[in-house]
């Protein structure tokens, strides 16, 4: 089991970054939100868990241990896998998913992409137990996504690009943000926003 990965960034994608260890590089899955604190070519730590399929073995990375204990726990619901958890995980903040599980909020869950209403129900329902109360004060508990503008900026400039790129970059997606409904996706957002860039290029 690999429990962490520490060194220089190597590389970072939409929904991936790779860490140097001991000459090797490792790729992550990692959200937006861990994905916009990451630098090339600075130090980082991430806590990892190994997802072992029998074609395929992947490491997802995570800020620190409680996201991950977070992104573990709900894979143990049926129906939950490693990308509907981490999906989970790009939208709400591990004490934004706890909160709304303790208050069987359903909205919340309904906005995360691949969760309808039934899904959202029988979610409540399994993890009303296992994720346990929220640790923080409501306030720190709101979704990762209402900073949409930030974090996208941030993994704008993480990717390399410069200042004023990114900058236009957010504000040419700002309308398909704001058109959503609920929470913006930064995933989605990151996406399209590189699509801009590269057609400017």
Not at 38 to 67: C, I, N, W
Not at 84 to 89: H, K, T
Not at 170 to 180: I, K, L, R, S
Request: glycine fraction near 10%; include cysteine; hydrophobic fraction near 45%.
């Amino acid at each position: 089991m690999i429990a962490f990965v520490s060194g220089p960034v190597a590389a970072l994608a939409p929904d991936s970054a790779v860490v140097e260890v001991g000459g090797i590089g490792i790729a992550v899955q990692c959200t937006p939100n861990t994905l916009s604190g990451l630098r090339m070519g600075q130090p980082t730590k991430l806590a990892t868990s190994l997802v072992v399929r029998e074609d395929s073995l992947t490491l997802y990375g995570f800020v620190d241990d409680d996201e991950k204990q977070v992104f573990e726990l709900l894979q143990t619901a049926s129906g939950v896998g490693p990308r509907l958890a981490q999906a989970m995980l790009a939208v709400h903040s591990p004490d934004a998913l706890r909160r709304a599980v303790a208050t069987s909020d359903e909205k919340a869950l309904i906005a995360v992409p691949g969760i309808g209403r039934k899904g959202a129900q029988k979610l409540l329902l399994e993890l009303k137990d296992r994720l346990g109360e929220p640790v923080g004060a409501p306030a720190i508990g709101a979704p990762v996504s209402q900073g949409w503008r930030d974090q996208l900026h941030a993994a704008l400039i993480g990717l390399g690009y410069a200042t004023r790129e990114a900058d236009e970059a957010v504000t040419a997606v700002a309308p398909q943000a704001e058109a959503a409904g609920g929470p913006p996706q930064v995933g989605q957002l990151l996406k399209a926003a590189l699509q801009t860039l590269n057609r400017a290029r």
